[in-house]
């Protein structure tokens, strides 16, 4: 049974890194002593082995150990032999092209689909979509391809942002964007915005978090959700 | 010799569609009596005949008449026989995938490269890069390279946005986004604000509009340049 947790962000503007899904996580994680980290999407550019000390250090209070992906010779194996899996923000780009150089799309795929536990943030949870194509990063390196992982049937806008009123800028808006990706796919998108998270337990969908979400469905309206509203049946 | 205007943006808050570009131009593409307009990258998923319909209208005070390159049966011929050149902006992923499609990158180039005047806002500014890889649009299709005209030998960011004072948003700022392209390229990126555009005329290039740019170079601090700079010597 898939269970797994799929977040805007990593970390809240008044908040330090998972601060504010730590009492979550110690439910999510409650079974497993290791966490397997997947850096690859390097926020800053920032070196894998960093990017996990900081992850060590955000589930050190959970009593729950980290390693990295990194550190192992066949990265898919890991994947397979982990107690649990998270996967860090940074650029999706970066992050597809290295799961796909390194195997790591069916093991993870597989993996998840038989009940590891699963936690994304940011591009890790760009990547439990469908395709990456509504993430909000730069194409600064070229994967071999745009699919992921499809741990739902949707795909998700992490750090969705809402139009600043009285903004003289002219490049577009999210909202725009997304209609603009809806003018070449059918796919429907979650704008989840930064301090929710989807819950999915098995086919179970529910929007955590304490801020509605904006539905986009292509022919459609954008539609606001409230927090606990069921999305099960999105996209099937 | 080249002679090529690449323009942040088409349109801005308080104009209407090329308004604040018309006086420029008049001298650019006084030569010309037709355009042909690449209406690719179709903002918001207009139509190629809406798009090129609202083009014909900007430029008909000027006296000059513009045809869509959709119109034609062979698209490389019509860029290789125009009299001058507009591509408009929109989604950038869409642009370059339409232009691979229709085999249109070489004759670009060459007839670019060649003297016919050629014009770029936004989306039709990226691909005179060396890649689109600093644009900000949403990757919603799949184009075969990220590689570009190259007409100039760095990168352009369009829409160049400053990080908004006192924002709570714990997306990557603009400028973070190009120092992480950096941890993987090296070429050169000019974050044009909108307002800016650049004159090309054989190998000078010149910074135009009354605001500054802003310059990244990898490994380096980015750095402001006034308006009437010349950028001939970026990325050679």
Not at 64 to 70: F, L, R
Not at 201 to 227: C, D, M, W, Y
Request: aromatic letters at 8%; charged letters at 15%; glycine letters at 8%.
């Amino acid at each position: 049974m898939r269970n797994i947790i799929i977040a805007s962000t990593s970390t809240l503007h008044d908040g330090s890194y998972l601060e504010y899904l730590l009492p979550t996580l110690q439910s999510h994680f409650e079974n497993a002593k290791t966490i397997l980290f997947i850096p690859y999407a390097r926020p800053g550019g920032i070196s894998h082995e960093d990017y996990t000390q900081k992850v060590r250090q955000a589930f050190s209070p959970l009593g729950i150990s980290v390693t990295g992906i990194h550190e192992y010779d066949n990265p898919a194996e890991a994947i397979t032999n982990a107690e649990a899996l998270f996967t860090g923000g940074g650029n999706t780009f970066v992050l597809v092209t290295q799961l796909y150089k390194n195997n790591c799309m069916e093991a993870l795929e597989i993996t998840v689909k038989n009940g590891t536990p699963y936690l994304g943030t940011s591009a890790g949870s760009n990547i439990c979509g469908l395709s990456m194509q509504t993430t909000n990063d730069m194409p600064i390196v070229y994967p071999p391809s745009f699919k992921t992982l499809g741990f739902v049937p949707f795909n998700i806008n992490p750090h969705y942002l809402d139009p600043i009123a009285g903004s003289t800028h002219m490049g577009e808006t999210r909202e725009t964007r997304i209609l603009e990706f809806h003018a070449y796919n059918n796919i429907p998108v979650v704008g989840l915005r930064e301090g929710s998270w989807l819950e999915v337990k098995g086919n179970h969908v529910t929007l955590k978090g304490s801020l509605p979400a904006r539905i986009f469905t292509a022919q459609h309206l954008p539609e606001e959700i409230a927090p606990e509203s069921d999305l099960s049946t999105l996209g099937r």
